[in-house]
């Protein structure tokens, strides 16, 4: 049992390039969420989802976008790097009440 | 939503109880403490949640104020392995968009001491 599976591991871009963060869960859940966390930081909320085909903002969504393609996957996206989007990227899933489980993390460099 | 107000830091000694402060003095009733745990930089991990009483498992035990507005989690005996950084979170009373909308704030970073 995986659990929440993210991909890649570690990413570096240019300013300006795009790329697609990807995350899927194998536990059925309904939630799915991404966060960023900085250096010596907490973590923030970028996007969420309650179900296939909804998504919504957190506190930190501008620069990104999500889709919720099915149940298991949620994917970010950056469309246009930026410097300030170098950070540690976790995607979460819960189902109704119960606690999150997170992924291993994203660590992304924009140079 | 109620916020939380954690110590930036703690520092505990191998062998000892750490207790953890939070407050949340803004919290409803109907809102749940969770309490999460992040070792280096791997993705936080959940270890207890409570709404009015004191709760324990196999990793802590969480102790709420008869009046809520404070919690404290305690591990009883910390080791090495137990040096993360500590989240207290509450967790919204209603759905956001059909789910619960889960805000971290910074933490407290506790360094067990050998």
């Known amino acids: 049992n995986a659990g929440v599976t993210q991909t890649p591991k570690f990413q570096v871009l240019k300013t300006g390039q795009s790329m697609t963060l990807q995350c899927a869960q194998d536990?059925?859940?309904?939630?799915m969420y991404w966060y960023r966390q900085d250096p010596g930081m907490g973590l923030r909320l970028i996007y969420y989802?309650?179900?296939?085909?909804?998504?919504d903002k957190g506190e930190v969504p501008n620069g990104y976008n999500v889709s919720r393609l099915n149940k298991r996957e949620f994917s970010l996206r950056l469309e246009s790097a930026a410097p300030s989007q170098t950070s540690v990227y976790f995607c979460?899933?819960?189902?109704?009440?119960?606690?999150?489980?997170f992924g291993s993390g994203t660590q992304l460099s924009v140079l | 939503d109620a916020k939380t107000t954690q110590p930036p830091s703690m520092d505990c000694a191998e062998g000892r109880a750490a207790n953890l402060p939070c407050n949340h003095s803004?919290?409803?009733?109907?809102?749940?403490v969770y309490w999460y745990r992040q070792i280096h930089s791997q993705g936080p991990q959940y270890i207890i949640h409570g709404l009015k009483n004191n709760e324990t498992n196999e990793m802590a035990s969480l102790i709420i104020t008869e009046d809520r507005k404070s919690s404290t989690l305690i591990l009883p005996h910390a080791t090495l392995r137990d040096t993360a950084v500590y989240y207290c979170?509450?967790?919204?009373?209603?759905?956001?968009?059909?789910?619960?909308?889960?805000?971290f704030g910074t933490g407290t970073r506790l360094k067990v001491l050998a």
């Open positions: 989802s309650a179900s296939e085909g909804t998504t």
């Open positions: 979170i509450v967790r919204p009373a209603t759905l956001t968009s059909g789910t619960y909308k889960y805000i």
């Open positions: 979460a899933s819960s189902e109704g009440r119960e606690k999150l489980f």
């Open positions: 536990m059925n859940h309904n939630s």
């Open positions: 803004t919290i409803s009733g109907n809102e749940y």
